[in-house]
């Protein structure tokens, strides 16, 4: 299980799945097949893609429990 703490720090979400789409980061809801939030936006595609690098460590340290990340601000 993945929370996310949204850039915006308005929104702490469980998502299914997280993808870059140009500089954004986005997240589908879980439970949702719908419903997409933007976790970040950034200055590049390349920053947001370093930045679901780092969810991928993330989830790569602790791949059997619940994991939260804060997006970073830039």
Known sequence: MLWIFTQNEQSFVNVHEVTVTGKKIEGFIAGSD???????????SDRASEILQDI??????????????RMPQQ
């Open 34 to 44: 719908s419903w997409v939030k933007t976790l970040g936006k950034y200055d590049s």
């Open 56 to 69: 991928v460590k993330v989830i790569e340290k602790n791949p059997n429990g619940t994991m939260t990340y």
